[in-house]
């Protein structure tokens, strides 16, 4: 009996897993399975159920994929025009959350760079949603893909939009922050170059080292100073990220000298004058400034008195 209860729990656990993955979801937010491809500039969303595990994004620069969009496939027979629907099947990423189409032989998947208007370059677009399938003319078979109009916010890839602060998510820094070990310190330089050439209104460059202020909704306020730094470690060099704790001295606590205002001087204080006596400095330099007799004005000054005589 204990040892069937336990399995009914692992049976329930195991259902509650599923459930909960979102990266299942080709729609789920950035924020749960969003990963920034750093060569790309892209923000890549993508699936990692047991259909698509070990399969590609399609790419108009694939053959197979380049044939489909300019409909060169020709096929004599509806067997092998299915047989290569299922190769494609096999080998590239397929939406498992877009609406399915009625007919089998269909499949609908995301392509980059296919059929991309100039709206929807200026808005972010790599790609399109395309429903490939086939389509029959004069006794022969082809592939054929047509555009589906899917939501940005949807697509597996899109364009990072600028912002003036860098963040943890570009490309940049995500090398810094997996600990990438470089061969030299140019090839650690080179990545310090690019950040501060991208952003170069909130970054200040110096010898191996680079200062930035990064962006990220989990700070308050939603910026912050980093020093990168480029230091030696087993195997070659890393780049090391800390925050720039670095204040200024604050000069406010040091109090200005002010002059002592006169006391003898008239005083408004409401609307009644009054009065102040001159401090005893000031009597004393008053004393001082009366003129004193030299021994020769006293001498001149004898001569003058007339003493009486007897």
């Excluded at 597996?156 to 943890?168: I, L, Y």
């Excluded at 780049?239 to 002592?260: A, F, G, L, R, W």
């Amino acid at each position: 009996m204990k040892e069937e209860k336990i399995t009914a729990e692992k049976k329930k656990s195991v259902k509650k897993k599923k459930t909960a993955m979102p990266q299942n979801d080709l729609f789920a937010p950035q924020e749960q399975a969003g990963l920034i491809e750093p060569d790309t500039e892209s923000i890549t969303v993508t699936e990692s159920n047991e259909a698509n595990s070990g399969k590609r994004l399609a790419t108009e620069k694939h053959p197979t994929i380049e044939s489909v969009v300019n409909g060169l496939f020709k096929f004599t027979n509806m067997e092998d025009a299915v047989a290569k629907l299922n190769t494609i099947k096999e080998h590239f990423v397929i939406s498992a959350k877009l609406p399915k189409d009625e007919n089998e032989n269909t499949v609908k998947l995301w392509i980059r760079g296919f059929q991309i208007d100039d709206e929807e370059e200026k808005e972010g677009f790599l790609g399109n949603y395309a429903l490939i399938k086939i389509k029959e003319e004069d006794n022969k078979f082809s592939l054929i893909a047509e555009k589906q109009k899917i939501a940005l916010k949807y697509h597996p890839q899109r364009k990072r939009p600028k912002r003036k602060h860098p963040d943890w998510g570009h490309p940049c820094m995500r090398v810094i922050k997996k600990g990438t070990v470089f061969e030299n310190t140019e090839a650690a330089q080179k990545v310090l170059n690019q950040l501060h050439e991208e952003h170069p209104l909130v970054s200040i460059p110096a010898v191996n080292k680079l200062y930035v202020i990064l962006y990220s909704k989990a700070y308050n306020p939603p910026i912050k100073k980093f020093v990168l730094e480029i230091k030696p470690a087993e195997g070659g060099f890393i780049i090391e990220s800390k925050e720039n704790n670095y204040v200024k001295k604050d000069q406010t606590d040091v109090k200005p000298q002010t002059e002592e205002k006169p006391k003898n001087t008239f005083v408004k204080n409401n609307d009644k004058t009054v009065f102040s006596k001159k401090p005893d400095s000031d009597k004393a330099k008053s004393k001082q400034a009366k003129p004193q007799h030299t021994a020769a004005q006293v001498g001149n000054f004898s001569n003058r008195i007339t003493i009486p005589t007897q």
